[in-house]
Antibody, heavy 121, light 112 residues
Framework: EVQLVQSGAEVKKPGESLKISCKGS????????IGWVRQMPGKGLEWMGI????????RYSPSFQGQVTISADKSISTAYLQWSSLKASDTAMYYC??????????????WGQGTLVTVSS | QPVLTQSSSASASLGSSVKLTCTLSSGHSSYIIAWHQQQPGKAPRYLMKLEGSGSYNKGSGVPDRFSGSSSGADRYLTISNLQSEDEADYYCETWDSNTHVVFGGGTKLTVL
């Protein structure tokens, strides 16, 4: 069974750093892209970036380029989303999701349970 | 790059059917999309992949009540015999070699 299990909720202060995780199981972790998606309170889904754990090829949404860092450790089947200096506006739910290919197209087919990040002074 | 347009809200009565629409922008009418459901307070859940031909493949455990169809640039999600648990936000998603991931704005479905 494919599973993506994310790390627990975090409460941080502005300016602090943070790294959240997403552990995949039940499939070949190195063979599928993993994406990170932000959902701000009461809002829709926003794509942040994707990583291919097999070779760590990473692509960022222009909206998030330079704001976050996405990485992966294939030895433990885990992807990460990292901030070096959090802002109050980073308060949101963050989801990881597995990306599957169908011919030349890709889409998300499994989702993690989400990690709530709250940034408040 | 493709843009996906969804109505912000829809409503239908318990036991009835509803058809949600996701419209691809001009020049992208052949694109495959995926539908995702997000029940209140929960993570999104993949429902199905839907091609321009109308062919669709559902995710594991998705009830038979959910089906997909296509017409031109429009991609539809039909839910039959609406249940209370179908009250949720529904998002469509597509892909482009430049933008990689594109989400529609989502449709909030209310079951009356």
């Amino acid at each position: 069974e494919v599973q993506l299990v994310q790390s627990g909720a975090e409460v941080k202060k502005p300016g602090e750093s943070l790294k959240i995780s997403c552990k995949g199981s039940g499939y070949s972790f190195t063979s599928y892209w993993i994406g990170w998606v932000r959902q701000m309170p009461g809002k829709g889904l926003e794509w942040m970036g994707i990583i291919y754990p097999g070779d760590s090829d990473t692509r960022y949404s222009p909206s998030f380029q330079g704001q976050v860092t996405i990485s992966a450790d294939k030895s433990i089947s885990t992807a990460y989303l990292q901030w070096s200096s959090l802002k109050a506006s980073d308060t949101a739910m963050y989801y990881c999701a597995r990306r599957v290919a169908w011919g030349a197209f890709y889409y998300f087919d499994y989702w993690g349970q989400g990690t709530l990040v709250t940034v408040s002074s | 790059q493709p843009v996906l347009t969804q109505s912000s809200s829809a409503s239908a009565s318990l036991g009835s059917s509803v058809k949600l629409t996701c419209t691809l922008s001009s020049g992208h009418s052949s694109y495959i999309i995926a539908w995702h459901q997000q029940q209140p307070g929960k993570a999104p859940r993949y429902l199905m992949k839907l091609e321009g031909s109308g062919s669709y493949n559902k995710g594991s455990g998705v009830p038979d009540r959910f089906s997909g169809s296509s017409s031109g640039a429009d991609r539809y999600l039909t839910i039959s015999n609406l249940q209370s648990e179908d009250e949720a936000d529904y998002y469509c998603e597509t892909w482009d070699s430049n933008t990689h991931v594109v989400f529609g704005g989502g449709t909030k479905l209310t079951v009356l």
